[in-house]
C-alpha cells in the first residue's frame, strides 16, 4: 500500500480517440492518498472516459498515466484489471449491484477478483468487516446482509455499493455521479457517509460530478468543463 | 462464490433457461434413445442363440433361415426332413444336435417345437444357460409347454394352468387345436431375447396335435388323449409321433475347428436333401453391415438435432449477454479480467449442457423403461439391459465439451462488448 500522501495517480497530456471521431483531452492531474477530489463537468465533457483511463479500463491514445507507481501504458490489459481489483473500488452511477445476489454477494464482490485486498480485511472475517461496512453505511446489517438487493431502495443500493467500494482498503475510490438518482437529502447524507467511512479507511476519493453544490468538502478540484470532449 | 453467483444469475433467466435445457434434453434423449435401440437390438441377435455353432435347414437364404428360426422375423423357411435331421445328429463331429420346428402360436406368441436338450445345450447373451423362474418335475413331457418369460407376466400364466395353442400365426378365431391343451411346466427367466416371448413345447406333442393333417388343413379330430387327468404324463414316445419334417436344427460341434468342414459337408448332401448350414455369428455380422448405414443415417440425423439444440443454446446464450452487460460491468469494476468474464459464459454453457445431459439421460432411462413395459412383446427387445454404455457415456462427454464449445462464441462476445463497455453498460 502505498505511504500517506504519496501520489497515487497522475496523468500528464492524456488523451483518449475513439473511432469515429470522439475526442477526450484531460488537463494535468494527480491523486494524492487520502484526498478527496471532485472532477466537475457538464454532461458530454467526458467525465466517465476520465474515469475509465484512469481505472485503467481504457489505454489513453496518447499522454502518460502513472497509477500506484506504474506506467499504465506499459501494463499489459490482465495487470491494469489486476491493479483495478488491487486498488480502486468504485461506485457507479446507477445500476451498482448484482439484483439477483444478497446484499452479502454483492458487497463480498468487492474482493472476488483480488487476493492483495482479501489479504487487508482486518477481522479476517468478511462476514464481521461487511457487517462493519454496512453499520458505518448507517445500514443495519444484521437485517440487511441477506436480504435480495432488487428490493433495496435506490439510497440503500447505494449505500451498499459504497460498502463494497471500501472493502478490504483500497488506496483509491472513485465514483461516477452516485448520487444523481437520489432526492436532495438523500445526497447529502449518502456524501456524508462516504466521506466518513473513507476517511476512516484512509483511502483516496475521486468522485465525479456535475452538480457544483456537491463539490465543497472536497480538497481539490478538476474542472472539466474547459478541456472536454468533444466530437470533431 | 462466483459459481454461486453464476447459478443466480442463470436462476434469475430461469424461464428461458429452463427452456433451453428442455430442448437440449429430448435432443439428447433422442440420441440416446436411438442408441439405446441399437444396443438393444445388437445384443438380443448376438445373443440369442450364443451357445450354437451350426443351424441347418432346408436349402435357401442364410439370413432368411437365422432370422425366422432364431428371430422369428420374416417369412416361414422350408422344412427339412427328419431324416436329415438324424443324420446331422449321428455326424461323428456333432456333439449335440437340437431340432426345432416353428408355425404355430398362442395368442400372437410363437410356439417353438424342440426337444428337453434346448434347456441343455442353447445358451443367451454371453454363454448364460436358460434358467427358470417355475419349474415342475418334468418339463417338456407329454403335453407340457415351457413358456418365456414376458409370455408368463404378459398373459398372467402359473405353472399347471392350460393353455391351447393356435395353427399357425392366428391369434384368436383359430381352434383347430383347442381340444389338446397343453399344461404349463415351466417359467423361464428373463433373457432380453426373443425366447422371452416364445412357448417352448415338445416336437413330438407338436406333431401329436397335427396328427392326421394334410399339411396345413386339419384331418380327423385327435381325440385319444382328451381324457387324460394329466397330460404331461402321456407317453408319446411312439413311432406314430416321430415328426416327418422340421424347420431346422441347432448343433453344438465337439470341436470348433472343424466348423466349416462341417458347414462344406452339410451343403453337400445334394444326393439325399439339399440343406443350408449357417453359421450364426457370421451371417449376424452380414445382417450388421447390410444394416449399418441405415444406422449411420439414424445416427447422423440424431447428431445433427443435438448440433441444432446447441446452435439455439449459443443464440440464447447471446441474446441474454445485452440484458447482461450491466452485470458484466459490474464484474469488470472489481477486477475481472475479460477472460475471466468469457470463462464465466463457458462455465454457464457447460452448467447448462450437463443439466440437459443428466435430464436428457433420465428422460431415456424413464422413456425406455415405459416402453419396455408396454411395448415389450411388441419390440421383442430388452431395452433396460445396461443402464449406460461406454459409447453412451462418450457422447455425453463430447456433447458437454461441444457445449462449452460453443459457449466460445457468446464469450467472445462478451469479451469484447467488456472491454467496449469497460466498467459501465453502454446502450
Same mark, same amino acid.
Given at each position: 500500500m502505498p505511504a500517506l500522501k504519496s501520489v497515487l495517480i497522475r496523468g500528464e497530456n492524456l488523451m483518449f480517440q475513439r473511432p469515429g471521431g470522439f475526442t477526450f483531452s484531460a488537463p494535468a492531474f494527480s491523486v494524492s492518498a487520502g484526498e478527496a477530489v471532485a472532477v466537475l463537468g457538464p454532461s458530454g465533457s467526458g467525465k466517465s472516459t476520465f474515469l475509465d483511463l484512469v481505472a485503467g479500463v481504457l489505454r489513453p491514445s496518447s499522454g502518460t498515466l502513472e497509477a500506484f507507481g506504474h506506467d499504465t501504458n506499459k501494463l499489459s490489459l490482465g495487470a491494469l484489471d489486476q491493479l483495478r481489483g488491487d486498488c480502486i473500488g468504485v461506485i457507479f452511477q446507477?445500476?451498482?449491484?448484482? !439484483?439477483?445476489?444478497s446484499v452479502f454477494q454483492n458487497v463480498a464482490l468487492g474482493v472476488q477478483f483480488s487476493k492483495a485486498r482479501r489479504a487487508r480485511l482486518k477481522s479476517g472475517s468478511l462476514a464481521t468487516e461487511i457487517a462493519a461496512l454496512l453499520t458505518a453505511m448507517d445500514l443495519d446489517a444484521e437485517t440487511m446482509m441477506h436480504r435480495p438487493a432488487h428490493t433495496l431502495s435506490v439510497g440503500q443500493r447505494q449505500r451498499v455499493a459504497a460498502a463494497r467500494a471500501l472493502l478490504g482498503d483500497p488506496p483509491l475510490v472513485i465514483a461516477d455521479e !452516485?448520487?444523481?438518482?437520489?432526492?436532495e437529502g438523500n445526497q447529502q447524507r449518502f456524501m456524508d457517509l462516504l466521506h466518513a467511512a473513507r476517511r476512516a479507511s484512509g483511502a483516496a476519493l475521486l468522485f465525479v460530478t456535475h452538480?457544483?453544490?456537491?463539490?465543497?468538502?472536497?480538497?481539490r478540484l478538476i474542472d472539466l468543463s474547459d478541456q472536454g470532449a468533444r466530437l470533431r | 462464490m462466483m459459481v454461486g453467483l453464476a447459478l443466480r444469475s442463470m436462476l434469475a433467466r430461469k424461464l428461458s433457461l429452463i427452456l433451453t435445457v428442455v430442448t437440449l434434453a429430448l435432443s439428447v434423449a433422442l440420441f440416446l434413445t436411438i442408441e439405446r435401440l441399437r444396443v438393444a437390438t445388437r445384443d438380443s441377435f448376438d445373443g440369442t442363440i450364443s451357445g450354437v455353432d451350426v443351424l441347418v435347414g432346408a436349402r435357401g437364404s442364410d439370413l432368411g433361415l437365422l432370422l425366422y428360426t432364431a428371430f422369428q422375423i420374416g417369412d416361414a423357411a422350408p422344412s427339412m426332413r427328419w431324416s436329415s435331421f438324424l443324420d446331422v445328429q449321428a455326424d461323428a463331429r456333432t456333439q449335440w444336435a437340437v431340432p426345432i420346428s416353428l408355425g404355430d402360436s398362442h395368442r400372437g406368441y410363437r410356439v417353438i417345437a424342440t426337444t428337453s436338450d434346448y434347456f441343455d445345450f442353447v445358451r443367451t447373451g454371453r454363454d448364460r444357460p436358460l434358467a427358470f423362474k417355475a419349474k415342475a418335475p418334468?418339463?417338456?413331457?407329454?403335453?407340457g409347454v415351457v413358456l418365456g418369460s414376458d409370455v408368463a407376466r404378459a398373459l398372467d400364466y402359473e405353472l399347471g394352468d392350460a393353455i391351447a395353442i393356435q395353427h399357425g400365426l392366428a391369434s384368436a378365431g383359430d381352434r383347430s387345436h383347442e381340444t389338446q391343451p397343453f399344461i404349463v411346466t415351466g417359467i423361464l427367466a428373463?433373457?432380453?431375447?426373443p425366447i422371452d416371448y416364445s412357448l417352448l413345447l415338445h416336437i413330438r406333442a407338436f406333431e401329436a396335435i397335427h396328427e392326421g393333417w394334410n399339411g396345413s388343413v386339419p384331418g380327423r379330430a385327435i381325440t385319444r388323449h382328451d381324457g387324460a387327468t394329466d397330460r404331461t404324463v402321456i407317453d408319446l414316445s411312439g413311432d406314430e409321433f416321430e415328426p416327418s419334417r422340421l424347420t431346422a436344427v441347432y448343433v453344438g460341434l465337439k470341436s470348433k475347428r472343424r466348423i466349416f468342414q462341417f458347414v462344406e459337408t452339410i451343403e453337400d448332401r445334394r444326393r439325399t436333401e439339399p440343406l443350408t448350414a449357417v453359421l450364426p455369428g457370421i451371417t449376424l455380422s452380414q445382417l450388421w453391415l447390410l444394416l449399418g448405414s441405415a444406422e449411420r443415417a439414424l445416427l447422423t440425423f440424431s447428431v445433427l438435432i443435438v448440433l441444432a439444440a446447441l446452435a439455439g443454446q449459443m443464440t440464447l446464450l447471446v441474446a441474454t449477454l445485452d440484458l447482461r452487460r450491466r452485470e458484466i460491468a459490474i464484474y469488470r469494476a472489481m477486477g475481472a479480467q475479460p477472460l475471466a468474464i468469457a470463462g464465466l459464459l463457458v462455465v454457464e454453457a457447460v452448467l447448462i449442457s450437463l443439466a440437459a445431459a443428466l435430464s436428457g439421460l433420465v428422460l431415456t432411462l424413464l422413456g425406455t423403461w415405459v416402453a419396455g413395459q408396454v411395448l415389450g412383446g411388441t419390440l421383442k427387445l430388452d431395452l433396460n439391459a445396461v443402464m449406460v454404455t461406454i459409447r453412451q457415456g462418450q457422447a455425453l462427454l463430447a456433447f458437454i465439451g461441444v457445449s462449452a464449445v460453443t459457449g466460445l462464441v457468446p464469450a467472445f462476445l462478451a469479451y469484447r462488448s467488456s472491454l467496449q463497455d469497460g466498467m459501465r453498460a453502454r446502450y
Open positions: 446507477e445500476h451498482n449491484l448484482l !439484483p439477483f445476489a !452516485p448520487t444523481s438518482a437520489l432526492d452538480d457544483p453544490r456537491l463539490v465543497q468538502d472536497f480538497d | 418334468s418339463l417338456l413331457s407329454g403335453f428373463a433373457t432380453g431375447t
